[in-house]
């Protein structure tokens, strides 16, 4: 058989039963595993054999799960966290240690712009963030020589931008480092940044791939491809033994292919122990299974609501890669052919009064720190998730003051826009 396709790959992809074994991905809702020899134990703690020994660290359910998120992103590695900010933490602090640097573009998250700028800097590593729409001149000067990754997002959170993942990519190689990319917005349904350049992606699976609000967690992803050893002097996590494990050397005993995901699981989560529960790991899958009708349905409803507020008289702007006028109109189109996601953003004229004037008169979107849902809902983030910036960092990011985050669901599109259309009209 060809290879699967996408569709088929969201619904079957990352376990195939055998005969007389369960049809739907078994919950392994147990801390422990047994064995019949302390020999057998020792092998799983030496990284000489496969297998599990405590859920802090692996679990059958969690691993089932990421390896389909693997396949869907068309990875070699994959691994579940227990939130999508873990995820990110971890995709730095597996390769960056105390006296590094990394670079991430200002137009990210206000939660990981926090633990980027605030959490690990005080951890001792130090971040530079640029705009999206940097030049490749400037882009190459913020490089230094401990420089160890760079860091941006497929869309952006809440601004709604685009990553020009391949020109990141391409002047992050450059200079020796992987590039990592957020992909919880477009999903691999509507973009696989691997195929565009990037090293390791990470997830929200919270967001589109659970898509209920019932589960929160995270995951990351290797390509695989990035050479380690190439920089062995800037990666020596990697590239040299870990004392840890009586001196095994990552790239040496994994590859390529598993280096990164090894580590990050043998050191990060035996350490800090941020395991998703087996659990929300099932939830995610179900939701995985209807993900590629959802993010279709999604992205329709966002374009014509965009293009709704986009002729209303008391909206100031819109953005959405897939309104002709956007900025972002011909990346998008580039790298989000087929729909970019549910969510957009846009401003209503007046400033902040009538921004929660406006969000107090809305009956269908619910007023949520949650995005990327299949109930609508919508956020002011300057008073919410993106409270602890100034209104410089605010600006600086692409995000002003009266940015309205607006997510849509899976809802019939005209009743929203009605709710909205009356809201409007109540201002």
């Not at 009586?246 to 800090?272: C, N, P, S, W």
Request: glycine share 8%; charged share 25%.
């Amino acid at each position: 058989m060809s290879k699967k396709r996408i569709e088929t790959i969201c619904v079957q992809g990352g376990y195939t039963p055998k005969n007389g074994e369960p049809r739907q991905i078994p919950i392994y809702q147990s801390t422990t595993f047994k064995y019949d020899t302390s020999e057998e134990m020792g092998k799983l703690f030496d990284l000489e054999a496969n297998g599990y020994f405590y859920t802090r660290l692996q679990n059958p359910t969690n691993d089932l799960v990421a390896a389909k998120l693997c396949e869907l992103e068309g990875g070699t590695a994959g691994m579940l966290t227990s939130s999508g900010q873990a995820a990110n933490f971890f995709s730095i602090f597996n390769i960056a240690n105390a006296g590094d640097h990394v670079i991430a573009s200002a137009e990210i998250y206000g939660g990981t712009f926090n633990l980027f700028n605030v959490t690990m800097k005080k951890m001792g590593i130090d971040f530079t963030f640029i705009p999206s729409d940097i030049t490749e001149e400037e882009f190459d000067k913020a490089f230094r020589p401990n420089t160890k990754a760079v860091f941006g997002e497929t869309i952006a959170n809440p601004s709604c931008s685009v990553l020009d993942i391949e020109f990141f990519a391409k002047v992050a190689h450059k200079h020796g480092v992987p590039l990592i990319v957020d992909n919880t917005f477009a999903t691999p349904i509507n973009c696989r940044p691997i195929e565009w350049g990037a090293d390791i992606v990470t997830h929200s699976t919270t967001k589109y791939i659970d898509g209920h609000g019932v589960s929160v967690g995270g995951a990351i992803i290797d390509g695989g491809k990035f050479d380690w050893n190439k920089y062995a002097d800037k990666f020596p996590g990697l590239c040299t033994p870990d004392d840890s494990y009586h001196g095994v050397t990552y790239t040496e005993r994994f590859g390529l292919e598993g280096a990164f995901i090894t580590k990050a699981t043998a050191q990060l989560m035996r350490d800090f122990g941020s395991i998703q529960s087996p659990q929300h790991a099932f939830y995610i899958n179900l939701g995985l299974e209807s993900l590629h009708l959802r993010i279709k349905r999604h992205s329709e409803n966002a374009l014509k609501m965009a293009e709704f507020l986009e002729s209303h008289e008391k909206i100031e702007w819109v953005r959405y890669c897939g309104l002709k006028n956007d900025k972002y109109y011909e990346l998008g189109q580039k790298y989000l052919p087929n729909g970019s996601c549910g969510v957009l953003s846009f401003s209503v004229k007046g400033g902040r009064e009538k921004t929660n004037e406006f969000m107090k008169n809305l009956k269908i979107a619910a007023i949520e720190t949650h995005v990327a849902d299949a109930r609508t809902c919508c956020l002011h983030p300057a008073n919410a998730t993106h409270r602890q910036l100034t209104d410089k960092q605010l600006e600086e990011a692409g995000i002003p003051a009266t940015l309205i985050r607006y997510s849509c669901g899976i809802e019939n599109v005209d009743d929203l826009i009605e709710d909205v259309k009356q809201a409007l009209e109540k201002i």
